[in-house]
């Protein structure tokens, strides 16, 4: 079993930045991969970022260039810092970890950060 602990969230104004952080109770077995995903009011779960135990990271075209992902692992920590905010940006963010042990994929989920963008 693993906890996910997210947070960082806040109010920024439009242009501005935020970093989140997803703290994991555990060191995470390899393979994995860390996500963040976005909800808002009314609207589906969005995918925003992605990075695997391998350091690769992977986002939608709705925030490539503005979002960034990395990971500490001495602290089982993964930070998205976000940049040049919108208010279209403003959601509940979720963390979500995939391990991959022995053939099966577990997923673990944050109880989320909320984040508003004002215009």
């Known amino acids: 079993q693993v906890h996910l602990v997210e947070s960082g969230g806040g109010l920024v104004q439009a242009g501005g930045s935020l970093r989140l952080s997803c703290t994991a109770s555990r060191r995470p077995f390899s393979p994995n991969s860390i996500g963040w995903y976005r909800q808002a009011p009314g609207k589906q779960r969005e995918w925003v970022a992605r990075?695997?135990?391998?350091?690769?990271?992977v986002y939608p075209d709705s925030v490539k260039g503005r979002f960034t992902i990395f990971r500490d692992s001495s602290t089982n920590t993964v930070y998205p810092q976000m940049n040049s905010l919108k208010p279209e940006d403003t959601a509940v963010y979720y963390c979500?970890?995939?391990?991959?042990?022995?053939?099966?994929?577990?997923?673990?989920w944050g109880q989320g950060t909320q984040v508003t963008v004002s215009s």
């Open positions: 979500n970890l995939i391990e991959v042990v022995s053939g099966q994929q577990t997923d673990y």
């Open positions: 990075i695997t135990s391998g350091g690769n990271s």
